[in-house]
């Protein structure tokens, strides 16, 4: 059972002069695993985790190293949730999280789908 969905768009180019002005956010805002990415892939990272926050409902006190996007064996990208944001999810009923992320055009997007067992 869909208990969530949640989707984000960044405009890679703004993103990256946000990072540029404050260099401080990159540590702030992905984990050492993700952080030597190319813009548009850290763009597509921040999208997700905007995602799972909308998904959750954007509850106060989620960490941003508490949801890190990695990738499976085939490279297709996965959500590694800890902490606040585990927590959160499991709350809801969140048994299984699905992600996409693309970029392109100067812009980059993710969708997350929370599921869990149902009622």
């Known amino acids: 059972m869909i208990v969530a969905v949640g989707i984000d768009v960044v ?13 401080g956010l990159v540590p702030r805002l992905f ?7 190319p813009l548009a892939s850290l763009a597509a990272r ?3 985790k905007e995602a799972v926050a909308k998904a959750l409902g954007a509850p106060e006190g ?12 085939s ?6 949730l800890r902490g606040t944001v585990a927590a959160a999810a499991a709350a809801q009923g969140v048994e299984r999280w ?4 693309s970029h392109d055009a100067g812009v980059a997007s993710a969708m ?3 599921e869990g067992a149902g009622a």
């Open 46 to 48: 921040f999208a997700a």
């Open 62 to 73: 989620l960490a941003w190293h508490d949801c890190e996007v990695c990738r499976d064996r």
């Open 31 to 37: 984990t050492a695993a993700e952080r030597d990415l």
């Open 98 to 101: 699905h992600l996409s992320l």
């Open 75 to 80: 490279g297709r990208p996965r959500l590694e």
């Open 112 to 114: 997350v789908v929370a």
């Open 11 to 23: 405009d890679v180019a703004r993103f990256g002069r946000v990072l540029e002005r404050r260099p």
